[in-house]
Each structure stands twice: as C-alpha cells, then as structure tokens.
C-alpha cells in the first residue's frame, strides 16, 4: 500500500513475479478502506456461539447397560431452565464457568419417551455419546456456531 507515491520499475517488476498486489492510492482515506478490506477478507472468521437452551443437571442416574459392551449408562436428570434442548444441535457441559465436555447427544428423553426436543420448565433425561462425567448442578447448553 502507497499513499501519493508511485512504485519504482524494479519494484513493480518484482511485485509481479511475487504476486504481490500494489495498492496506490492518492486520498488517504480510500487507501484505509481498502486495507481495512483487505485484512477483513484474510482474517479468519470467528464463529459465534448461540445457545438455543440450558438443562440444569437435578440427578445423576446409573442405569443398566443397554448393550453387553457398555459397563454402566449414565443419565443426567434435567430441568430446561431456558429456551428448548435439541436433539440435533451440538451440546456442551459446563461446570461453572469452565467448558469440560462438547460433543453430541446420545439420548434425550421426557419421562421414558424419547424426543425431539424438551422445553423451558420440562425434565428430561439426556445421555451423551463420549461423556458421562456428570455432576449434579452441571449446566448442559444446546447450541450452534455460526
């Protein structure tokens, strides 16, 4: 990027055997913009995280393996304190501030039916695929990024 100046011979012919854009510009605002441009478009995105709803772990439940593999099957009993827990969105587990599972879900239920989905003031019972480190009082948030 130059403001008001122009690029010599020899850099310009090395600009273009590098492939290296140069930017000129005479009004110092029109080069900010397109630096500002430019760094948006090389910066990576962040994705943003939004929750969809959050079960506050009541009970942890050891129940009796579903297959002949599996020692032992733990359900988190819940009560959805906010918004609805989807069976198709990611899920996290945070105990206080800390994130200490991400993953999918394995299980969700509202009494002995499975379901789609739970909302705000209903229990449920939801089991994850790779975690079953439940504590009681463990926030479990339904979320996407985007």
Known sequence: FAFNV???NKVTSLA??????IVT?????HLLDDLKQ???ERSPRVK???VHGQAKVIKVFEMKPRRRSESVWIVAGCTVESGKIHRNLRLRVRRGEEVVHKGGLDSLKH???DVH???????CGISLSS???FQEGDIIESYVEE
């Open 131 to 133: 975690f079953q480190g």
């Open 117 to 123: 989905e739970v909302n705000k003031g209903q229990e």
């Open 6 to 8: 122009r690029a010599a």
């Open 38 to 40: 430019l760094v948006a």
């Open 48 to 50: 943003e995280v939004v």
């Open 16 to 21: 273009k055997e590098q492939a290296v854009p």
């Open 25 to 29: 510009q005479s009004v110092i605002y």
């Open 111 to 113: 009494f002995k039916e």
